[in-house]
């Protein structure tokens, strides 16, 4: 064979790859391959040449175990709806670098960074077991699985995808969150306010299904713009089983609420929260515990107008119990405004609520409040066993239902309330201001 035959041949060959320099059709990476033997060479061709028509799969060939660059791998590169960019790891592990930059808190397996159309997927994501500094100013730890932020405040990170991962993490270092999104700081200062200036920034349409997270401190934060009009709306969080919570002492990153969360809501829009089953087995050794938290702060109170919100927080398996602190225990926590919204919760099944050791503090299974309009919470089991000398609250009506709104309370079954402690009151239905004539179909089933 001559030269100019091995000439033509790969000019061949890289023109199943490349299509005017972009990626396109299926990158496989594996070990000894010229082009892609590690993800990280895949990634850095993407970001660099982008994708052509049709999309791009970049697929790690089985038994190929990678491990991420120093921070993470950066996803810079955007596919549109008819060039999507997929990631898939076929089970294979990508353990952290290590050691990560001392005292950094923005570390990350994966980082996407204002890129839109990602998908990440089929990967098994692991903290590397050297790291183990845990004092926040030095530690050399990884703070995040996946981290989604902008790379400009009206270019934040759109339609992405996190599917059927399995994410691990370093659990006592209280800096560790399995999923995060946040459009109020930079990707490289987590403390700092810079809060996105169109909804082009936001993390709108994000997909966070069937991940398994363990040993972290946070299991999903998703944090949209304190502007209503701009804050990160239709984002779906179903099917995800996470274990989570260690302690309430992590570092104050930006509007990031000081609460430990099974998944954490603050000003989204159109959320469904469906079908996730949310661990905290009496690790927690500071601050409210909760299970989800939807809640609006800074100036977003103003949520949009211009379209009715639906948020879903329906067939999820909560069991939470804390060890000694002396801190609330939330199921459900609702504080969302607005006359437009309306809350389904539904099906939900709340468990443990419970402490290793007396406290006084109160336990609500669903606690709602804020001004929603409409509000349906129908066929939640609650099977509480706590040894609070405080209140227990069923369900605990914190709002005023609107003249023009809507409440249902139908259906919800109370397996056990096992109060081992005396003092407090137990309430199955506790309504601050609830106006009668709105509130219909009040049915608990004992």
């Known amino acids: ?62 038994g190929n175990p990678q491990t991420a660059p120093a921070g993470g791998y950066a996803i810079t590169a955007s596919g549109d709806p008819s060039k999507p960019i997929m990631i898939q790891g076929n089970g294979n592990t ?3 670098f290590s050691p990560q930059a001392s005292g950094a808190i923005n570390d990350a397996i994966f980082k996407i960074i204002g890129a839109d159309w990602i998908t990440i997927s089929g990967f098994m994501m692991m903290e ?24 400009t405040p009206d270019d934040g990170p759109q339609n992405c995808s996190i599917i059927g991962n ?47 997270i ?18 990160a709306r239709n984002i779906v969080v179903d099917g995800n089983n996470i274990t989570y919570g260690y302690t309430g002492s992590f570092s104050n990153y930006y509007s990031v ?18 079908n996730n089953k949310l661990t905290s087995d009496n690790t927690v050794t500071a601050r409210t515990l909760r299970g989800i938290y939807h809640y609006v702060s800074g100036t977003g109170a103003a949520l949009p107008t211009s379209f009715a919100i639906v948020n879903n927080f329906n067939n999820n398996n909560i069991f939470l119990k804390r060890n000694a602190a002396n801190a609330s225990i939330y199921g459900i926590h609702l504080d969302n405004y607005n006359d437009s919204v309306t809350n389904y919760v539904i099906a939900d099944t709340i468990r443990g609520l419970g402490s290793a050791a007396t406290y006084t503090s109160a336990v609500y299974g669903i606690y709602h409040q804020g ?34 709104g809507i409440q249902v309370i139908d259906s919800n079954r109370v397996d056990l309330i096992d109060k081992t402690v005396a003092g407090g009151t137990v309430y199955f239905y506790y309504s601050v201001s609830s106006s009668d004539s709105t509130v219909k179909n009040i049915l608990l089933i004992i």
């Not at 010229?34 to 061709?45: E, Q």
């Not at 209280?174 to 993390?203: K, W």
């Not at 363990?214 to 502007?227: C, F, H, K």
């Open 128 to 151: 590397n077991p050297a790291n183990n500094v845990m004092a926040a100013t030095t530690n050399n730890m990884t703070e995040f699985g996946v981290a989604l932020f902008y790379a």
């Open 257 to 274: 609420s000081g609460t430990v969360n099974g998944i954490l809501l603050n000003s989204i829009v159109n959320a469904t929260i469906n």
């Open 94 to 96: 990508v353990t952290a």
């Open 214 to 231: 363990s040993n972290v401190n946070m299991g999903v934060v998703l944090v949209g713009s304190t502007t209503g009009d701009y804050m």
């Open 371 to 404: 001004a929603a309009k409409n509000q349906y919470f129908k066929k939640n089991i609650f099977q509480i066993n706590t040894n609070t000398s405080g209140s227990v609250y069923v369900l605990h009506g914190g709002n005023k239902i609107k003249s023009n």
């Open 166 to 212: 399995t994410i691990t993490l370093g659990g006592p270092y209280q800096n560790t969150f399995g999923i995060y999104a946040n459009s109020r700081h930079t990707a490289t200062a987590m403390t700092s306010g810079a809060d996105i200036t169109s909804l082009d920034g936001a993390f709108n349409n994000l997909q966070i299904l069937n991940n398994t």
């Open 1 to 62: 064979m001559n030269v100019k035959q091995i000439l033509s041949i790969s000019i061949m060959l890289l023109w199943a790859t490349f299509a005017f320099g972009q990626l396109q059709g299926v990158i496989t990476v594996t070990s000894g391959d010229p082009l892609y033997p590690t993800l990280s060479a895949a990634i850095d061709s993407l970001n660099h040449q982008g994708v052509g028509d049709g999309g791009v799969t970049i697929m790690v060939a089985p």
